[in-house]
Antibody
Framework: EVQLVESGGGLVQPGRSLRLSCAAS????????MHWVRQAPGKGLECVSG????????AYADSVKGRFTISRDNAKNSLYLQMNSLREEDTALYYC??????????????WGQGALVTVSS | DRVLTQSPATLSVSPGERVTLSCRAS??????LAWYQQKPGQSPRLLIY???TRATGIPTRFSGGGSGTEFTLTVTSLQSEDLALYYC?????????FGGGTKVEIK
């Protein structure tokens, strides 16, 4: 059974940093691209970032480019999102999502339960 | 960016009815379109990819169609458990984008 478990969310002040982690199990982690998708309270879905199976290709939404960094450790079956210079508009539930392909242009076939990030003073 | 526009925003239907949701892309995305279902308090679930291929375990009452810029998701004989938000998503071009969603309510 595929499992994606996020951690690292919480309340943080504007301008500060936070690092999300995602522990993956139930599939061969280094065979697939991975993504972070967020959902602001009561709002729709936004693809924040994606990373290819070996980490060689990464991509970001314009709203987070230059502030967020996605990475993965295939030896630990883990995905990360380093979030710097956080803004109130980054407040959202952040989902760790498995792609169904090796590239970042993939469908999201499994989702975690999400980690809530609240940016507020 | 490839902008996806979903319509209608809300749909009220009776159980057993046939429902069709629409998703329009601002530029051609071939058949690189997926549909997701999000029930209240839950994570989204993949329903359809490649515009018309059902994901694993998805009931046959869900079907997708279209290509280029016009896509549809059809639910034949809507069940009460189908109450949810439905999102389309394109994976043809980064940034990968979602439509604004269609809320399906049960009358």
């Amino acid at each position: 059974e595929v499992q994606l478990v996020e951690s690292g969310g919480g309340l943080v002040q504007p301008g500060r940093s936070l690092r999300l982690s995602c522990a993956a199990s139930g599939f061969t982690f280094d065979d697939y691209a991975m993504h972070w998708v967020r959902q602001a309270p009561g709002k729709g879905l936004e693809c924040v970032s994606g990373i290819s199976l070996n980490g060689g290709t990464t991509a970001y939404a314009d709203s987070v480019k230059g502030r967020f960094t996605i990475s993965r450790d295939n030896a630990k079956n883990s995905l990360y999102l380093q979030m710097n210079s956080l803004r109130e508009e980054d407040t959202a539930l952040y989902y760790c999502v498995k792609g169904n392909d090796i590239s970042i242009w993939s469908v999201f076939d499994y989702w975690g339960q999400g980690a809530l990030v609240t940016v507020s003073s | 960016d490839r902008v996806l526009t979903q319509s209608p925003a809300t749909l009220s239907v009776s159980p057993g009815e046939r429902v069709t949701l629409s998703c329009r892309a601002s530029q051609s995305i071939g058949r690189h379109l997926a549909w997701y279902q999000q029930k209240p308090g839950q994570s989204p679930r993949l329903l359809i990819y490649g515009a018309s291929t059902r994901a694993t375990g998805i009931p046959t009452r869900f079907s997708g169609g279209g290509s280029g810029t016009e896509f549809t998701l059809t639910v034949t004989s809507l069940q009460s458990e189908d109450l949810a938000l439905y999102y389309c998503q394109q994976y043809d071009h980064w940034p990968l984008t979602f439509g604004g969603g269609t809320k399906v309510e049960i009358k």
